[in-house]
Nanobody, 115 residues
Framework: QVQLVESGGGLVQAGGSLRLSCAAS????????MGWYRQAPGKQRELVAI???????TYAESVKGRFTISRDNAKNTVYLQMNSLKPEDTAVYYC?????????WGRGTQVTVSS
């Protein structure tokens, strides 16, 4: 089992920055891909960024150049640095761990970007 707890969301003006954190417990995450997803009201959950166990990163086109995913295996934590935020980035952001073909999710953290 993996428990994931997100933090760092909040209200920010367009152009601002936030850093989300995802603290994992119950299992070491160093061997597993970790990701951030988001879900806006009335929309499906979508991929934001993924980082492999080896540190390879993949981003949605909409966030490339603005968001950076990273991991600190010593702290069992994954981060999402979000810069140049836009109103369309408003959503609940969820942390994900893919462990043995199972998906584990946190409860999410709200990010609201005002124009």
């Amino acid at each position: 089992q993996v428990q994931l707890v997100e933090s760092g969301g909040g209200l920010v003006q367009a152009g601002g920055s936030l850093r989300l954190s995802c603290a994992a417990s119950g299992s070491l995450i160093s061997n597993y891909p970790m990701g951030w997803y988001r879900q806006a009201p009335g929309k499906q959950r979508e991929l934001v960024a993924i980082i492999s166990s080896g540190g390879r990163t993949t981003y949605a086109e909409s966030v490339k150049g603005r968001f950076t995913i990273s991991r600190d295996n010593a702290k069992n934590t994954v981060y999402l640095q979000m810069n140049s935020l836009k109103p369309e980035d408003t959503a609940v952001y969820y942390c994900n761990c893919k462990r043995y073909n199972l998906d584990y999710w946190g409860r999410g953290t709200q990010v609201t970007v005002s124009s």
